[in-house]
């Protein structure tokens, strides 16, 4: 079977090599064809993932016969979006697949295990953001400083992506600061205009 891999990862601190190497080996043991690998830093909001974007429209080719992940956070950040995507991928008879998490959409069992996985998944991270809202209120509460102090960003790694045409949005989503401040970094570091792309890609090599 035709495969094509799909990972996320949400901060430049963080890499792909984990999901990558899972990947392959599940890749390898089940006998696989890998025709594509797509890896990219986006955070859960960021509305456009250009790689996730290249994955479904291999699917709409049918070009490939299925998607693998590791796990359905990986994916998708909703419920909602997770049945999309999946649903998609059916309509096209592309199989899903998540090595972490044994699903078999093609039957309804599979289907169902799915929801329940995607809605857990959902819940947690809600529980997560409500816990963080309600510590910071309490330190608040308390006269505790809960403001973040000023970013520090790894100017060897802001200058390498910068040199490869990272955007300055794409340099903020992965540093977690703003475009501003990112802005601001390159300016005062002095790096030329010319050497930024307005369409720099996200994948990490």
Not at 57 to 75: M, S
Not at 90 to 112: E, H, K, M, S, Y
Not at 131 to 156: C, F, I, S
Request: hydrophobic fraction near 40%; aromatic fraction near 6%.
């Amino acid at each position: 079977m035709r495969v094509a891999f799909y990972g996320r990862v949400s901060t430049i601190k963080q890499d792909t090599d984990l999901q990558r190497d899972a990947l392959r080996l599940a890749a390898k043991a089940r006998g696989w064809v890998v025709v594509a690998e797509h890896f990219e830093i986006i955070t859960g909001r960021h509305a456009d993932r250009p790689h996730l974007k290249l994955v479904m429209e291999a699917a709409a080719r049918r070009t490939i016969g299925a998607v693998v992940v590791t796990k359905l956070d990986r994916f998708a950040r909703s419920l909602k979006d997770l049945l999309v995507l999946v649903d998609t991928l059916a309509q096209n008879n592309v199989q899903f697949i998540c090595t972490d998490q044994p699903i078999d959409t093609t039957t309804p069992v599979g289907r169902l295990f799915l929801q329940v996985l995607g809605a857990v998944a959902e819940f947690e991270r809600s529980l997560i953001i409500e816990r963080t809202r309600a510590g910071r209120q309490r330190a608040e509460e308390e006269g505790k400083v809960t403001h973040r102090p000023r970013k520090v960003l790894d100017e060897k790694r802001l200058r390498e992506l910068v040199a490869r045409g990272w955007s300055d949005s794409l340099l903020a989503e992965a540093f977690g600061v703003s475009r501003w401040l990112i802005a601001s970094r390159v300016k005062e570091m002095g790096l030329r205009q010319k050497e930024r792309d307005e369409h720099g890609h996200t994948e990490i090599k």
